[in-house]
């Protein structure tokens, strides 16, 4: 059987084609693998969420006699909602959470809570009142000197003496200043008006 010189032609064309489509293919499969090697994937770097981590008293006062820092006690009930706008809005915020971890050991205590808690050498339980399923604790009652109300932000200083109390829902504004007022130790120096009229906050005035 004889094979015409134009069947030997379409089988060399179609040879060529085929070595020519491998080519490009290794050449393009080449050059992918030498880009990857010179540009290698950037690392996911996982940002870190700025918080406040919260601690009992016991810890925070342990802490304290190690490293002395003032304490600042977030005073709440599970009821309070404003205890729990604060939370939502004011101890979110970037600026108030770098004022109370440089400044600050933090404390959460719930105002009704029902552990006995030990602090400056006396222990405190809760305290039920007659007749009532309601109560509060002996604790958070001597911190606020009997004034009971919620939320109350209490300041320590280095030792653990009672600073001052100051009752109602701070915005992030509010906060800020007070933060820096005791934290820094102006209260040392100025009266609380005094201080507001050089402090510069670094949050926006409509900072709720």
């Given at each position: 059987m004889t094979i015409s010189i134009k069947s030997h032609f379409v089988f060399f064309v179609v040879l060529l084609l085929f070595a020519s489509t491998s080519s490009c293919s290794l050449f393009n499969k080449s050059q992918k693998q030498a880009k990857q090697e010179q540009e290698p994937e950037e690392e996911l770097v996982e940002e870190v969420k700025k918080e406040i981590v919260w601690l009992d008293i016991e810890e925070a006062v342990a802490r304290s006699e190690e490293k002395p820092k003032k304490i600042i006690i977030d005073l709440y009930t599970d009821w309070c909602h404003w205890c729990k706008v604060m939370d939502k809005?004011?101890?979110?915020?970037?600026?108030?959470?770098?004022?109370?971890?440089?400044?600050?050991?933090?404390?959460?205590?719930?105002?009704?809570?029902?552990?006995?808690?030990?602090?400056?050498?006396?222990?405190?339980?809760?305290?039920?009142?007659?007749?009532?399923?309601?109560?509060?604790?002996?604790?958070?009652?001597?911190?606020?000197?009997?004034?009971?109300?919620?939320?109350?932000?209490?300041?320590?200083?280095?030792?653990?003496?009672?600073?001052?109390?100051?009752?109602?829902?701070?915005?992030?504004?509010?906060?800020?200043?007070?933060?820096?007022?005791?934290?820094?130790?102006?209260?040392?120096?100025?009266?609380?008006?005094?201080?507001?009229?050089?402090?510069?906050?670094?949050?926006?005035?409509?900072?709720?």
């Open positions: 809005n004011t101890f979110t915020n970037d600026v108030i959470i770098d004022l109370v971890n440089e400044h600050y050991y933090p404390v959460k205590l719930n105002g009704e809570a029902k552990d006995t808690l030990s602090f400056q050498d006396k222990e405190y339980v809760f305290y039920k009142k007659p007749g009532s399923n309601r109560g509060f604790h002996e604790l958070a009652y001597a911190l606020t000197g009997g004034r009971l109300s919620y939320p109350t932000i209490v300041f320590l200083d280095e030792e653990s003496k009672v600073l001052q109390p100051i009752p109602g829902y701070k915005k992030p504004t509010d906060m800020e200043a007070i933060l820096t007022y005791f934290g820094k130790g102006h209260h040392k120096t100025a009266i609380w008006k005094e201080f507001l009229e050089t402090f510069e906050s670094q949050l926006p005035p409509a900072a709720e």
